[in-house]
């Protein structure tokens, strides 16, 4: 592991204890971060994928997978998506605001869209009826 990654991953540390980073078996060239955790039922079939039997056997669970060039924004992901130090209610609230804010966004591309072709469809009627003539 390069040594810079071993750098965040301090810093990381500091932030959890129980986190950990290794490269991926499954995407190469991808990084893992991971936590410790308890497994209180194992799967009964063998997992297929090398990374998920990995995680298994060291009693570890993935928190994101991301590529090296992307590793500065580990850290401010992880205190965003915190939940213990956030707070339940602010989190969900701050979803909300998200999907709605997301939601608003897709509904004016959708308009956007509808009038464009409405407008087509006005201007293709209108030449067609003769309400427009070309000079």
């Keep these: 592991m390069p040594s810079y990654v071993k750098e965040y991953e301090a810093r990381w540390r500091q932030y959890d204890r129980f986190l950990r ?6 995407e190469y ?6 936590r410790k955790t308890r497994y209180i039922a194992f799967p009964d ?3 297929a994928s090398p990374d998920r039997r990995r995680q298994l056997t060291d009693g570890y669970r993935l928190v994101f997978s991301f590529w090296p060039n992307e590793i ?3 850290e401010p992901t992880l205190r965003l998506c915190d939940v ?3 707070g339940a209610a602010e989190l969900a609230a701050d979803l909300e605001n998200q999907e709605r804010l997301n939601q608003d966004r897709i509904d004016r591309e959708t308009r956007s869209v509808f009038e464009a ?3 087509e469809h006005y201007d293709h009627l209108a030449w067609a009826e003769g309400r427009r003539v070309a000079t």
């Design 21 to 26: 980073v290794r490269r991926s078996e499954d």
């Design 29 to 34: 060239g991808k990084l893992l971060l991971e």
């Design 45 to 47: 079939e063998r997992p």
């Design 72 to 74: 500065r924004f580990v």
């Design 84 to 86: 213990q130090r956030q």
């Design 117 to 119: 072709i409405a407008s």
